[in-house]
Nanobody, 114 residues
Framework: QVQLVESGGGLVQPGGSLRLSCAAS????????MGWYRQAPGKQREMVAI???????TYTDSVKGRFSISRDNAKNTIYLQMNSLKPEDTATYYC????????WGQGTQVTVTS
C-alpha cells in the first residue's frame, strides 16, 4: 500500500484552469487503478476520473472534454488537468489508488468562484 499526497488546489475564477498532482510514497507502476474523486459540502463523494494505463481512462460525464487525467509511473505521480472550470466543480478533490486494497489522500480544496 502507498501513501498519497495531493497538491495544486486553490481558488480560481470560472473558466480558469488548475492542475492537481498526487504523489505516491512508493511505486505506482503495479497499481491497477488510480483516480480522482471529489466531495462537495453536503454531497456524496463521486468519481471524477480513473486511469488504468495509457489511454485507459474513465471520466464522469460532467467533466468530459474539460478534465484530463494522466499518470507518470516514473515519478510515482498522477495528475488531473482541469480546464474550463465551473462553480459546480467546487469540492475537495481526493486521490485514490486501488489494487486489492484502497488508499486515499488527504484531499485538496478546489474553489471556483468569481
Amino acid at each position: 500500500q502507498v501513501q498519497l499526497v495531493e497538491s495544486g488546489g486553490g481558488l480560481v475564477q470560472p473558466g480558469g484552469s488548475l492542475r492537481l498532482s498526487c504523489a505516491a510514497s512508493g511505486s505506482i507502476a503495479n497499481i491497477a487503478l488510480m483516480g480522482w474523486y471529489r466531495q462537495a459540502p453536503g454531497k456524496q463523494r463521486e468519481m471524477v476520473a480513473i486511469i488504468a494505463g495509457p489511454g485507459i481512462t474513465t471520466y464522469t460525464d460532467s467533466v468530459k472534454g474539460r478534465f484530463s487525467i494522466s499518470r507518470d509511473n516514473a515519478k510515482n505521480t498522477i495528475y488531473l488537468q482541469m480546464n474550463s472550470l465551473k462553480p459546480e466543480d467546487t469540492a475537495t478533490y481526493y486521490c485514490s489508488a486501488r489494487n486489492n486494497w484502497v488508499a486515499w489522500g488527504q484531499g485538496t480544496q478546489v474553489t471556483v468562484t468569481s
